[in-house]
């Protein structure tokens, strides 16, 4: 396998809802999203100390959550939160990734798996929620609807969530 010779990530999304583990016809969202500012900003950051004697390390976050809105807003690096969070749980905006994956050797890409179950987020009116934005948090984000500021963000067509399915987000970040 040949490297090409630079260092930008391609990043990719991918949700698609479940039923009963069968795919419900319409729900594929996918295709390449935008690295926030905050996003490259943590990429610069992680592998570099602040204080090369002691080694200190600017950054010790790690990529842990995965947030869902119903608002929306154009897919581009400035981007600093969702425009509308919709919370996964009462009172919780933010779900913990349930795993991430290396598919490629060398390790040149990362695919975060986060997996909203049928009990998430269909906690409106009706039991049905609909979703538009997605972004990709650190574990320094808190809980809150607000100033939690993505590493990556993708909008899309709206997909109504009910008690019916669950969904599962997959977040790729491909180096090439």
Request: proline letters at 5%.
């Amino acid at each position: 396998m040949r490297l090409r010779d630079e260092f930008r990530p391609e990043i990719n999304f991918r949700m698609v809802a479940r039923e009963r583990g069968k795919i419900v016809p319409g729900s594929i969202r996918e295709g390449h999203n935008v690295a926030t500012v905050t996003g490259r900003e943590y990429y610069a950051q992680i592998g570099t100390y602040s204080d090369y004697v002691a080694k200190t390390p600017v950054r010790t976050d790690r990529i842990f959550y995965m947030g869902v809105g119903d608002g929306a807003q154009p897919e581009v690096a400035s981007v600093d939160q969702l425009a509308s969070a919709v919370e996964w749980d009462i009172g919780k905006y933010l779900k913990p990734i349930s795993s991430a994956e290396f598919p490629n050797d060398p390790a040149t890409s990362v695919v975060y798996l986060c997996e909203f179950l049928e009990t998430d987020i269909s906690i409106g009116a009706g039991g049905t929620q609909e979703i538009r934005e997605a972004g990709l948090f650190t574990e320094i984000s808190d809980d809150a609807a607000t100033d939690n500021a993505p590493l990556a963000y993708k909008n899309f067509e709206p997909l109504v969530k009910t008690t019916q399915f669950r969904l599962e987000v997959r977040w790729e970040i491909r180096f090439r």
